[in-house]
């Protein structure tokens, strides 16, 4: 990218860890001032000492403090602040707060809250699809208004099937029905955990389907109307809803899916007028079928696999895009990447590891990208998601990225707290992953392989006296 002169002077970001860090970069890069915002908690942290300008915003508590717009908006107007970057999370895909940064005549850096309220509703955006000829999966049109509509529709696409929150995100207000006899007490718990997270008891239902692969297409689209796609991720190494490794491209799809998911990726991004950079997902069963499920209307998580892939920096696409400019041409992709993330977790019962790092040292070499928050000293708080970094390596092919993660995790030492490192290992000795073969259930299959090794070590273990 090409950049003569800045798209802003400066942009606040409004949020913390690793994608703070990663978006003062571009700023640096693009020649923009940046101002971090950080709760009591977070005054030393990494994205803190990297802006120009630091604001405290509150306590701990993220309603209080990342999540706090009137603070948030107060941050930017006394920095005097032209547009705020709101990152993955928090309040990413609030359409409440996009309407407020334009009313304080601030930009925001993401979709137009209509874009945003339209698909982060997902029963709305669902019947959206279904109208414009995006395949969905089978299920209700818009959120169930009662129990017993809900269980005509369960009748009718039959089970298993999946109850999820409208409004929600990340497996929460989900639940996933096998029997007629489960529904009710499903839909209620559903009903009941989707407004405890989200505020409201909104709910629809899908047809639930066994072993899918989660592929997601990232798009790019401006003020002009040109949207582009820049292929896919696999995101099927999931446990509870939650990714822990994806690659590009899939081991999956064959060059006709992809390119047919891609078109229908620009026509879902069309359809709902959106600008920016975004991400359709989809399920994919086993004959490469492949069903609309979400669109994420932000950055995502797992968006360095496309940088690394295509050569071509999101986060200042975003920038770029929201101050007006027009998309670049992209170039085609190449190799083969992986990323890794890495949680302070334990990596077999996945509880949280809070605490303070008390030895570090990161990766690197060739093929090794490291977007990470966190150094020797650095507290890890409960407050806050447990990820601390994640590791992205690129290789000529498949079997190259995976012995280069494999080395790349090997160097990579964290002491003080427990990691999901071990985990990573695990997955990429797998014969199965190694094949390509895997999906959503694939963790399930991981765990319970290592449960009988680790029994039938204990059975041949000679006994102690």
């Not at 107007?77 to 970057?85: D, F, G, R």
Request: aromatic share 6%.
């Amino acid at each position: 990218m090409t950049i003569q002169t800045p798209p802003f002077q400066k942009i606040l970001i409004a949020n913390r860890g690793e994608i703070a860090v990663r978006i003062i970069r571009a700023c640096k890069e693009l020649g923009i001032r940046t101002v971090a915002i950080f709760s009591t908690s977070d005054r030393n942290a990494l994205h803190v000492q990297m802006a120009d300008e630091a604001v405290c915003v509150g306590p701990p508590e993220t309603n209080s403090s990342y999540r706090n717009i009137p603070n948030i908006i107060s941050a930017a107007e006394v920095t005097q602040s032209e547009a705020i970057h709101p990152g993955y999370g928090f309040l990413s895909e609030n359409a409440h707060f996009a309407e407020i940064c334009h009313s304080a005549g601030v930009v925001f850096i993401g979709p137009s809250p209509e874009s945003i309220s339209l698909m982060g509703d997902k029963a709305r955006a669902k019947a959206l699809m279904r109208e414009t000829g995006v395949p969905v999966v089978p299920g209700s049109i818009g959120a169930v208004a009662s129990e017993d509509e809900g269980m005509e529709i369960a009748d009718e696409i039959g089970f298993p099937l999946i109850i999820k929150a409208s409004a929600g995100g990340g497996g929460r207000g989900m639940r996933i029905v096998h029997a007629k006899d489960g529904f009710s007490n499903a839909f209620q718990s559903a009903q009941t955990e989707a407004y405890q997270a989200f505020g409201s008891r909104d709910v629809y239902i899908e047809k639930y389907f066994i072993g899918p692969h989660h592929v997601e297409i990232q798009i790019l689209s401006d003020h002009d109307g040109n949207v582009i796609a820049m292929g896919e991720r696999d995101c099927s190494v999931q446990r509870r809803h939650q990714k822990l490794l994806e690659e590009t491209p899939s081991p999956l799809l064959t060059p006709s899916v992809r390119s047919k998911m891609s078109e229908i990726a620009i026509r879902a991004a069309k359809a709902c007028g959106y600008v920016n950079a975004g991400t359709i997902e989809f399920l994919v069963d086993d004959k490469r079928n492949f069903y609309f499920i979400e669109m994420n209307t932000r950055i995502q998580v797992e968006h360095p696999i496309t940088e690394q892939a295509f050569n071509y920096d999101l986060v200042k696409a975003q920038i770029l895009i929201a101050a007006g400019r027009s998309i670049e041409d992209v170039p085609k992709s190449i190799g083969h990447t992986i990323e890794c993330r890495i949680n302070a977790e334990d990596p077999w019962t996945f509880t949280p590891s809070p605490g303070t790092i008390t030895r570090m040292i990161q990766p690197g070499g060739p093929g090794v990208r490291i977007d990470s928050w966190v150094t020797t000293g650095s507290v890890i708080s409960p407050h806050y998601d447990s990820l601390l970094s994640k590791v992205i390596v690129t290789g000529r092919n498949r079997d190259e990225a995976i012995a280069r993660m494999k080395r790349a995790l090997s160097e990579y030492l964290v002491e003080g707290i427990k990691t999901t490192i071990p985990l990573h290992l695990t997955i990429l000795d797998d014969p199965d992953f190694i094949k390509g073969k895997y999906d959503t259930g694939f963790i399930e299959k991981v765990m319970a392989k290592r449960e009988k090794r680790l029994l039938l070590e204990t059975i041949q273990s000679p006994v102690q006296e």
